[in-house]
């Protein structure tokens, strides 16, 4: 492994919550649209040499995580939180 950090570290408490999800208030989205495109396969291609299979699964969790806060503020608050 080339490096660690917490944002990769396989430990379930990363898993479970983001750090701060009530922090999230607006959201990038070209950001938004790249993430929902991001997916195990292209991953694994454009990064599978630099990052573990852990490491994988945490960011595709972590975007999981992410998106489902994004689209629940979305709805909540509508297109607002939005910026490009």
């Known amino acids: ?3 660690n950090s917490e944002v990769m570290a396989p430990v379930p408490e990363i898993f479970d919550s983001l750090k701060s999800p009530w922090e999230l208030r607006a959201f990038s989205q070209s950001l938004m649209r790249a993430l929902e ?9 454009k990064c599978g040499q630099y990052l573990t299979p852990v490491e994988i699964s945490t960011t595709l969790k ?3 995580k992410t998106l489902e ?9 509508g ?6």
């Open 62 to 64: 972590r975007r999981d």
């Open 79 to 84: 297109v607002g939180i939005l910026y490009p």
């Open 37 to 45: 495109k991001l997916d195990d396969a292209g991953l694994r291609e």
């Open 1 to 3: 492994m080339l490096w």
């Open 69 to 77: 806060i994004y689209h629940r503020l979305v709805k909540e608050r």
